[in-house]
């Protein structure tokens, strides 16, 4: 079936599903705010079915999202607010106005030199909408690191970054010391907000390295989940439980199993 073939019939099975009469009546309840946790639980998804190298999986969590794009796009244009001819017509204006060196006479050598100019342009996009901050246009709703890595890098287009990761090496020393500080006070709040610090800190860290924070913490925890099991697992073939054993058991099981 050719793209567009089967781009017709997906939307014809969306119309019927939101059909005001013969309809689903779970999606014809549903608005933008309804299924917004639904897009972003897709997308993760996406995430994890690469991360895992499942590519069959890929490909079905692919059209769940691309259902959740032409779900969005469908009810912007029964509220009359812009339609899916518009959204996709956008994104290739964008394409070709964020790549000069594709499209333009600009001349770029490097990926890095490609990512420079892809950022400058989103800049001067972000300039002439007249925002108060360079903050205003981050979402808020983003995972924890990924916003905190935004937000850094917004900082950093006015100068404001370390140049040298050793200073970011103090700047955690010197949190990991207010965190002690609170420890030893007993308290919660401060130790609440100084673990804040810490984290804003690590991704920092990460971002000097060009590490994407999210990308190795689904890793650490793979790697737990992973090495936990087989503890399952080797308790079980030992004939014990293991909410039976001590944690001196336990960290050598652990480590057995490493």
């Not at 890098?153 to 949190?175: C, M, N, P, T």
């Not at 919660?188 to 907000?193: A, D, L, N, T, V």
């Not at 992973?226 to 001196?248: A, D, I, Y």
Request: glycine share 2%; net charge negative.
């Amino acid at each position: 079936m050719k793209l567009h073939d089967a781009l017709d019939e997906l939307l014809k099975t969306f119309k019927q599903l939101r059909d005001p009469k013969d309809g689903c009546p779970w999606d014809r309840e549903q608005d933008f705010k309804s299924i917004a946790s639904c897009s972003v639980e897709e997308a993760y998804e996406v995430a994890d079915a690469i991360e895992r190298e499942d590519y069959d999986s890929l490909k079905s969590e692919l059209g769940d999202l691309l259902f959740q794009i032409i779900f969005h796009s469908k009810m912007a244009e029964e509220n009359k607010l812009f339609t899916l001819e518009e959204v996709i017509s956008e994104l290739n204006d964008k394409l070709i106005r964020r790549h000069p060196h594709i499209f333009d006479k600009q001349q770029v050598n490097t990926a890095e030199e490609s990512l420079l100019v892809w950022e400058d342009i989103k800049a001067k996009e972000r300039s002439e909408k007249k925002y108060s901050s360079l903050m205003d246009d981050v979402p808020k709703n983003l995972p924890g690191l990924t916003r905190a890595k935004k937000l850094q890098k917004r900082a950093a287009r006015v100068g404001f970054d370390w140049k040298d990761k050793q200073k970011v090496f103090i700047k955690l020393e010197e949190e990991i010391n207010e965190l002690r500080l609170e420890n030893k006070n007993n308290s919660i709040e401060g130790i609440s907000e100084e673990l804040g610090d810490v984290m804003f800190t690590l991704v920092n860290l990460c971002r000097h390295y060009d590490i994407e924070p999210e990308d190795i913490i689904r890793r650490s925890n793979l790697k737990f989940e992973t090495r936990f099991r087989k503890m399952e697992t080797s308790s079980k073939n030992q004939g014990k439980k293991m909410e039976e054993l001590t944690l001196n058991e336990l960290e050598d099981l652990w480590k057995s199993v490493k």
